[in-house]
């Protein structure tokens, strides 16, 4: 299974931008990367996903090394709301091909006012 | 659309005992996978399934069970509980058709389950 390799926190003033680094330097070229949250109390929720190009939605953009070996979540302006624990996850379709996500530690974000 | 529903809440069992956690997945979602969440930790994949089939499990013992109904609903089941046991036990639909590949999964809140 590949794995991912991120910060355990990190913590940002609210209204600026955040960057939340991931690591993944064994990834396949049919992997997919995923950003899941999961706010306090929740299940994880998801964020956003790409392949190989930069994604943006209502909720944050994904940049993607042009190697895939590492890749980044960026929150444009960071509210309080927005304090959680990020997931980076692989997609694993596998042999199996059940698409499991295979969450590692993630980082857990602060937002400070 | 209603979500992902998870029931109950939160449950308290003995050791030795076997308990049952539902899921209702998202409407037009034929795909469940569970996961469980030890404190501190992320999630870890139990099992899927898919049109009442389990199609992929995770490194967990047979007494971890499930079954997936025509509704789509889940059910998980867990035998001669160890006090490791005791997590956060999360369920997550998706479409799971050829079409909606990478389609995100809906996760609920799931269910906190305590062992003594």
């Known amino acids: 299974d590949a794995k991912t390799t991120q910060p355990n926190s990190m913590e940002s003033n609210e209204e600026e931008p955040v960057h939340l680094p991931c690591n993944h330097s064994t990834i396949s070229g049919t992997d997919y990367i995923h950003w899941y949250r999961q706010l306090p109390s929740q299940g994880p929720e998801y964020v956003i996903h790409g392949l190989t190009s930069n994604v943006n939605n209502r909720m944050a953009s994904l940049a993607i090394a042009e190697d895939r070996k590492s890749s980044t979540l960026i929150l444009h302006r960071a509210t309080l709301r927005d304090a959680a624990v990020y997931y980076c996850i692989l997609r694993d379709w596998g042999s199996s091909n059940t698409g499991k996500l295979i969450f590692g530690q993630g980082t857990t974000l602060q937002v400070k006012p | 659309e209603t979500g992902v529903t998870q029931s109950p809440t939160h449950l308290i069992k003995t050791r030795g005992q076997q308990v049952t956690l539902r899921c209702s997945s998202q409407s037009g979602h034929n795909t469940v996978s569970w996961y469980q969440q030890a404190l501190g930790q992320g999630p870890q994949f139990i099992f899927q399934?898919?049109?009442?089939?389990?199609?992929g499990r995770g490194n967990f013992p047979p007494r971890f069970s499930g079954l997936q109904f025509p509704n789509y609903s889940s059910e998980l089941n867990v035998n001669a509980l160890e006090l490791d046991d005791s997590a956060l036990y999360l369920c997550?639909?998706?479409?799971?058709?050829?079409?909606?590949?990478?389609?995100?999964?809906?996760f609920g809140n799931g269910t906190r389950l305590t062992v003594t």
């Open positions: 399934y898919y049109r009442e089939e389990e199609n």
């Open positions: 997550a639909s998706s479409p799971g058709s050829e079409t909606s590949y990478n389609s995100p999964l809906h």
